[in-house]
């Protein structure tokens, strides 16, 4: 198959991270014997310094001709003092609104060979295995009007929460669809108590759920479930939520799991799908070469798997993911005190190096 990929590095460790993805998919590409067309763009805080624009006309026409986009991370501190159009997140949300991706995937799976970084007992973290489906175009982040107004000391601020009915269908067919291929539960979460957005949200869930007679729909507040996915996490199976509530919630299963460094995310329902590392962009500890790449490599697994439809070599790369934690191989930020760690090379090298192997071995 020709594989037609649009990199887009972006700041911080984004550059670092992204770098250990393409050499894990350059090694799926030559073991199993297809071809990569790759392009690299400019996004982020690294294309407004280049040429004072976070989202360049070139990067989204790059990003259209492709298949799939691997993006790194983008922002950091030195981009605060831009104005809000202008600063690397906003270049980030016009991506995802270009490219029509709707709907956001966030894995998180426990690793036993990560027991000790997790905050939770072994027992209670034990076999969880959520599937985050956060809808990514609508809600606060994307409402109008949004504004801050009137003098010093006595402003407003005002942001609008916004959702159609359309809008919440399309999210609630990726998840329930989703739902079927795994453990076929579904814990919709809203804030029906308070929100009028969220009481829509109920009521079109429930009503798309009922053509899905064969998956176990239920709801929750948004603060109950934030609760239980740390009492019982291995309780979830598929979590559907709005776009300000997912992107907390999922953060939150990052911490149950050990670290940030290991969530992947497919952007998918549009045009082109966007394959990123939850984490950010870490500028703290960017060019140190201690970067975790998990997050990058395991999105380059889904977009394998949702871009190309190509399950055997994304199960080819999770199977390298657990066999290099399972040899001991950390990162700094998934080091026990006293543990030798190993750089973001390192990592990236050692799961490349099994999927060449495990290819070649498949033949």
């Not at 006309?57 to 790194?72: E, K, N, R």
């Not at 009137?150 to 359309?166: D, F, I, K, T």
């Amino acid at each position: 198959m020709q594989l037609h990929v649009t990199c887009l590095p972006g700041d911080g460790i984004g550059p670092e991270v992204t770098l250990q993805a393409l050499r894990v998919l350059e090694a799926v590409v030559d073991g199993f014997g297809h071809d990569l067309e790759l392009d690299e763009k400019g996004v982020g805080g690294a294309a407004l310094t280049a040429c004072g624009n976070p989202l360049p006309d070139a990067t989204i026409q790059a990003c259209l001709s492709s298949q799939a986009v691997l993006l790194g991370a983008v922002g950091g501190p030195a981009f605060d003092h831009y104005p809000r159009d202008l600063r690397p997140e906003a270049g980030l949300l016009r991506l995802r609104q270009e490219l029509g991706a709707y709907a956001n995937l966030r894995p998180a799976v426990f690793y036993p060979a990560l027991r000790a970084c997790s905050p939770l007992r072994e027992e209670v973290v034990k076999g969880t295995d959520i599937l985050i489906v956060r809808e990514l175009l609508g809600g606060l982040y994307f409402g109008q009007p949004r504004s801050i107004e009137g003098a010093p000391g006595a402003r407003q601020a005002l942001n609008s929460m916004r959702y159609g009915e359309p809008e919440i269908e399309r999210i609630a067919r990726i998840g329930f669809g989703l739902a079927r291929g795994r453990r076929k539960r579904v814990v919709s979460v809203d804030k029906s108590n308070v929100l009028e957005c969220s009481r829509l949200w109920r009521e079109v869930v429930t009503r798309v759920g009922s053509e899905f007679p064969d998956v176990q729909l239920s709801h929750m507040y948004v603060d109950s479930a934030a609760m239980a996915l740390v009492l019982k996490p291995a309780g979830f199976d598929v979590l559907l939520t709005e776009n300000m509530f997912g992107d907390i919630l999922s953060d939150e299963v990052g911490g149950v799991v050990g670290s940030l460094g290991l969530l992947a995310s497919a952007s998918i329902g549009g045009k082109v799908g966007i394959y990123e590392p939850v984490h950010g962009s870490a500028p703290d500890i960017a060019d140190q070469g201690i970067a975790n790449p998990l997050g990058a490599i395991l999105s380059v697994a889904l977009m394998l798997r949702h871009g190309f439809g190509l399950s055997k070599e994304a199960e080819c790369v999770e199977a390298g993911v657990i066999s290099v934690l399972k040899a001991g191989m950390r990162t700094r930020d998934l080091a026990q005190p006293g543990e030798r760690t190993v750089t973001t090379d390192a990592m990236g090298s050692k799961i490349a190096e099994f999927v060449q192997l495990a290819a070649d071995g498949g033949r």
